[in-house]
């Protein structure tokens, strides 16, 4: 099970740190993706970090701006997304899955456990 929270409304420039609680799984063994969905739109990758390694990986949307980090002693990874644009404004979902190959880290159909998602809304 995965549990996203720390969504919120902020200003245009400002900061939020989402979370991501895992149970019911091995977290060490889980690459956890963020990802996110805006009205009308098609659910988008956002940022990823490996299971082994931790390597990380984003969106070139954000690149620069989020930084994904994970604490395997609380089994949550998180989200900390500074200088948020109108257009970061979207419901965030995490996802989990041990198997996710490098080359498709990316893409959310490779997921296999989600969140409910937490909604975000940059205000201008």
């Known amino acids: 099970q995965l549990q996203a929270s720390g969504g919120g409304l902020v200003q245009a420039g400002g900061s939020l740190r989402l979370s991501c609680a895992v149970s019911?799984?091995?977290?060490?063994?889980?690459?956890i993706g963020w990802f996110r969905q805006a009205p009308g739109k098609e659910r988008e990758f956002v940022a990823v970090?490996?299971?082994?390694?931790?390597?990380?990986y984003y969106a070139d949307s954000v690149k620069g701006r989020f930084i994904i980090s994970r604490d395997n002693a609380k089994s949550t990874v998180y989200l900390l997304m500074n200088s948020l644009r109108p257009e970061d404004t979207a419901v965030y979902y995490c996802?989990?899955?041990?198997?996710?190959?490098?080359?498709?880290?990316?893409?959310?159909?490779?997921?296999?456990?989600w969140g409910q998602g937490t909604l975000v809304t940059v205000s201008s």
């Open positions: 970090i490996r299971s082994s390694g931790g390597s990380t």
């Open positions: 019911g799984r091995t977290f060490s063994r889980q690459t």
């Open positions: 996802a989990a899955d041990p198997s996710v190959i490098l080359s498709s880290v990316r893409d959310p159909r490779q997921y296999d456990y």
